[in-house]
């Protein structure tokens, strides 16, 4: 309704201005076509400030759209859901969440799944350089694995990892190759580490975990991956569970929560 009564004032003004006739005519202080001059400032700032409209009742749209789909997701798969964050997520010493100059958490949805207790949610966290500012954007899931971890994460091996693990001899290597090009780790206890990452979960996770993040500290696991349509929360949520489901079940004897 909003963008409507804002383009019919642009009309009104664009019909007023070009129909208005002088009582005398003729050249008047400096030569012809000054209404046509004089209008061209003014559409100019309302379709400027029709264009933020615009791009404001987008960005609001999308975002009650999400809000929405994760809401009826929560309800169909028997979950809680709230806009904001009412569990305190950002209290979790995970790594991800001290990036960036400010953070934020919202469409969170918990419960039992599947026998598991889960968290999901959208985290953003952005950089400020100056004048420009740059923003991250993850769905995320947080699931208990039932043993007192060390900091241990599991990413992706890229040029910047490679670089780091090659400088600082902190990435871990394993049995198999494949999941050695394919992840980096790094963890508090190494011990812990190969506990954790025996051949079963080495295996999953290179059949599974492609696009996660994996964290764990105290008695949780942090899966972070990419921004997700709500439809399609059903996978984070499976990968989250099968990831707790993989830690081996000596670790629970071997590290006690």
């Known amino acids: 309704m909003g963008l409507s009564l804002m383009t019919a ?9 070009q129909t208005h006739t002088p009582g005398v005519s003729g050249p008047q202080g400096g030569g012809s076509g000054g209404g046509v001059s004089s209008l061209g400032p003014g559409l100019l700032f309302f379709g400027g400030v029709l264009l933020v409209a615009l791009i404001a009742y987008l960005a ?30 950002l209290a979790y010493p995970f790594t991800l969440f001290t990036k960036g ?44 694995i039932g043993a007192d971890s060390p900091r241990l ?13 090659a400088l600082a001899l902190h990435d871990l290597q394993f049995e198999s190759e494949a999941f050695n090009d394919e992840y980096h780790v790094r963890c508090e206890v190494p011990k812990f580490a190969n506990d954790v990452l025996d051949a079963r979960m080495m295996q999953w996770l290179l059949d599974n975990g ?3 993040s994996f964290e764990s500290v105290g008695d949780r696991v ?35 929560g």
């Open 210 to 212: 492609s696009g996660y």
């Open 222 to 256: 942090l899966v972070a991956g990419p921004r997700i349509d709500p439809a399609d929360l059903i996978g984070l949520l499976g990968v989250a569970r099968g990831f707790a489901q993989h830690v081996p079940k000596v670790v629970s004897s071997l590290y006690p």
């Open 9 to 17: 004032l642009l009309l009104d003004l664009a019909s007023k201005r």
């Open 101 to 144: 100059d400010g953070r934020a958490v919202e469409n969170v949805v918990w419960g039992a799944w599947q026998e598991v207790e889960v968290i999901t949610f959208d985290f953003m966290y952005s950089e400020q350089n100056g004048k420009y500012r740059t923003d991250y954007q993850f769905d995320c899931a947080i699931v208990p």
């Open 153 to 165: 994460v599991i990413e992706h091996e890229n040029l910047l990892t490679s670089l780091a693990g």
């Open 60 to 89: 609001y749209a999308m975002r009650r759209r999400r809000r929405d789909g994760f809401r009826l997701m929560a309800t169909q798969l028997g979950l809680q859901y709230r806009t904001d964050d009412p569990l305190g997520v």
